[in-house]
Protein backbone atom coordinates (compact mmCIF):
# COMPACT_ATOMS: atom_id res chain seq x y z
CA UNK A 1 0.00 0.00 0.00
CA UNK A 2 1.39 3.28 -0.94
CA UNK A 3 0.44 5.65 1.41
CA UNK A 4 0.08 9.73 -0.04
CA UNK A 5 0.42 12.93 2.27
CA UNK A 6 -2.56 14.67 4.41
CA UNK A 7 -4.43 16.97 1.83
CA UNK A 8 -6.70 19.44 4.07
CA UNK A 9 -6.08 17.22 7.21
CA UNK A 10 -7.44 13.90 5.46
CA UNK A 11 -5.05 11.58 4.65
CA UNK A 12 -5.77 9.08 1.57
CA UNK A 13 -4.11 6.38 0.74
CA UNK A 14 -3.86 5.14 -2.84
CA UNK A 15 -3.75 1.33 -2.57
CA UNK A 16 -3.67 -0.10 -5.92
CA UNK A 17 -4.51 0.87 -9.83
CA UNK A 18 -8.11 0.55 -11.39
CA UNK A 19 -8.77 1.62 -15.00
CA UNK A 20 -5.87 3.38 -15.41
CA UNK A 21 -6.11 5.32 -12.46
CA UNK A 22 -5.68 5.03 -8.56
CA UNK A 23 -8.45 4.19 -5.99
CA UNK A 24 -8.25 6.33 -3.07
CA UNK A 25 -9.12 4.84 0.25
CA UNK A 26 -10.01 7.51 3.58
CA UNK A 27 -8.45 6.04 6.92
CA UNK A 28 -11.57 6.13 9.59
CA UNK A 29 -10.03 4.45 12.15
CA UNK A 30 -9.88 0.37 12.48
CA UNK A 31 -10.86 0.99 8.80
CA UNK A 32 -10.31 2.09 5.14
CA UNK A 33 -13.17 3.25 3.12
CA UNK A 34 -13.69 4.55 -0.92
CA UNK A 35 -16.62 5.04 -2.83
CA UNK A 36 -17.73 3.03 -5.95
CA UNK A 37 -20.40 2.00 -7.95
CA UNK A 38 -21.84 -1.68 -8.39
CA UNK A 39 -23.95 -2.89 -10.91
CA UNK A 40 -26.95 -4.55 -10.26
CA UNK A 41 -29.33 -6.08 -13.40
CA UNK A 42 -28.28 -3.02 -15.24
CA UNK A 43 -28.38 -0.38 -12.65
CA UNK A 44 -26.10 1.14 -10.38
CA UNK A 45 -25.83 1.43 -6.64
CA UNK A 46 -23.01 3.34 -4.79
CA UNK A 47 -21.76 2.16 -2.22
CA UNK A 48 -18.74 2.63 0.38
CA UNK A 49 -16.58 -0.44 0.76
CA UNK A 50 -15.11 -0.54 4.38
CA UNK A 51 -11.84 -2.61 4.31
CA UNK A 52 -10.16 -3.84 7.84
CA UNK A 53 -6.83 -2.80 8.63
CA UNK A 54 -4.30 -5.83 8.93
CA UNK A 55 -4.64 -8.35 10.11
CA UNK A 56 -8.04 -8.50 9.41
CA UNK A 57 -8.90 -9.14 5.58
CA UNK A 58 -12.87 -7.88 5.76
CA UNK A 59 -14.59 -6.03 3.21
CA UNK A 60 -18.07 -5.35 3.34
CA UNK A 61 -20.20 -3.26 0.79
CA UNK A 62 -22.65 -0.36 2.13
CA UNK A 63 -25.03 0.80 -0.08
CA UNK A 64 -24.72 5.03 0.59
CA UNK A 65 -28.39 5.56 0.30
CA UNK A 66 -31.56 2.63 0.61
CA UNK A 67 -33.17 1.80 -2.46
CA UNK A 68 -31.72 4.56 -3.94
CA UNK A 69 -30.24 3.37 -7.94
CA UNK A 70 -28.74 5.39 -10.90
CA UNK A 71 -28.46 5.00 -14.52
CA UNK A 72 -25.09 4.94 -15.40
CA UNK A 73 -21.80 4.23 -13.12
CA UNK A 74 -19.95 6.98 -13.16
CA UNK A 75 -22.98 8.99 -11.31
CA UNK A 76 -23.19 5.70 -8.67
CA UNK A 77 -19.39 6.39 -8.09
CA UNK A 78 -19.19 10.10 -7.76
CA UNK A 79 -22.20 9.82 -5.03
CA UNK A 80 -20.51 7.30 -3.53
CA UNK A 81 -16.89 8.92 -3.35
CA UNK A 82 -18.92 12.44 -1.91
CA UNK A 83 -20.51 9.69 0.52
CA UNK A 84 -16.51 8.63 2.02
CA UNK A 85 -15.90 11.99 2.00
CA UNK A 86 -18.78 12.97 4.55
CA UNK A 87 -18.23 10.18 6.36
CA UNK A 88 -14.26 10.06 6.69
CA UNK A 89 -14.87 14.40 7.98
CA UNK A 90 -17.71 13.06 10.39
CA UNK A 91 -15.64 10.55 12.30
CA UNK A 92 -12.65 13.20 11.79
CA UNK A 93 -15.34 15.58 13.83
CA UNK A 94 -16.18 12.89 16.51
CA UNK A 95 -19.39 11.29 15.19
CA UNK A 96 -18.29 7.85 16.60
CA UNK A 97 -17.31 9.03 19.54
CA UNK A 98 -20.15 8.69 22.23
Known amino acids: ?7 GGVQN ?6 EGGYVTEFDIGE ?3 RG ?3 EVEGEFQAVI ?8 T ?9 DRWFKTS ?5 AAQDAAKALKV ?5 ALKA
Open 13 to 18: NRIFSR
Open 58 to 66: TVTYHQVEK
Open 90 to 94: AVDEG
Open 36 to 38: EAR
Open 31 to 33: FFI
Open 49 to 56: VMRAKPPL
Open 74 to 78: DVAAV
Open 1 to 7: MKSVPRV
